[in-house]
């Protein structure tokens, strides 16, 4: 850290908050601390959902870092929320502003914002399950066992190895995305484009004439649930451009 300790944003606001140092001092800071480069480390972990499960260990190895470098680390957590586990509750109307899969481009925004040097460490991902089998298709794994068309156990043998790993879940739900595909994320320019297909790098116009075929083929799924509560949800769940309700 080469930056003069008496240009660090943290230091100035020392010479005018004289309220922050006994804060911090109250929460086992020391003297020396107060003095040296302050760096946020904000996460989203939590124990909602394996997505962030394992952020805890992450954050030690990056304030160890931050120690190491002669830095100070302020650790803060803001967790989010998994639509796998909220599914059929009213959480799925909180959904767009949180969720796992948003975590990511929640802080690659904010950093933009915020326009001050930042880091940004992915969490990784999920392991593959046995036969590659994700848990998003223990729903209508879930419909075959209520009608008879699969043993219980089998669908107790998935619940036990779809997530055998910390980290975002292996599938890829976004719309008109598909396993494969590679994403470049654009935070100056607030895009998100596919730039791949099947683990390549294609030109745009190639990409283009994948994503229309994708739109041309694509049809709307028939109700997995024609009774129950997750019949009530299908119908009453607004599509994600409207915003996801519960009424």
């Not at 930056?3 to 929460?27: P, V």
């Not at 991902?125 to 068309?149: C, F, H, I």
């Not at 484009?193 to 683990?199: E, M, P």
Request: glycine residues 10%; negative net charge.
């Amino acid at each position: 850290m080469t930056q003069s300790r008496d240009q660090l944003r943290s230091q100035r606001l020392r010479l005018i908050n004289h309220q922050g140092d006994a804060l911090r001092l109250g929460m086992n800071w020391t003297e020396e601390d107060l003095g040296k480069p302050q760096v946020l480390v904000d996460s989203a972990y939590g124990q909602g959902h394996p997505g962030t499960f394992h952020f805890r260990e992450l954050i030690e190895e990056v304030s160890n870092g931050i120690f190491e470098a002669g830095g100070k680390p302020g650790v803060f957590a803001v967790s989010d929320i998994c639509d796998g586990v909220v599914q059929a509750t009213s959480g799925m109307s909180y959904l767009l502003i949180s969720g796992n899969d948003k975590s990511v481009p929640a802080h690659l925004l904010a950093i933009a914002r915020c326009d001050i040097p930042a880091i940004h460490l992915p969490g990784g991902t999920q392991l593959n399950a046995p036969d590659y089998v994700a848990s998003n298709k223990l729903w209508s794994m879930g419909a075959e066992v209520e009608r008879g068309d699969v043993p219980k156990q089998d669908l107790e043998i998935a619940q036990r190895g779809v997530c055998p790993t910390c980290g975002a879940c292996q599938f890829m739900g976004s719309a008109s995305t598909g396993d494969g595909d590679l994403i470049s994320i654009d935070v100056p320019r607030r895009r998100l484009d596919i730039v791949g297909v099947a683990g390549e790098t294609r030109d745009p116009e190639e990409i283009d004439e994948v994503l229309a075929e994708r739109r041309r083929i694509w049809q709307p799924p028939r109700p997995r649930h024609e009774t129950g509560i997750l019949s009530l949800y299908s119908r009453v769940a607004r599509a994600a451009a409207e915003g996801a309700s519960i009424t």
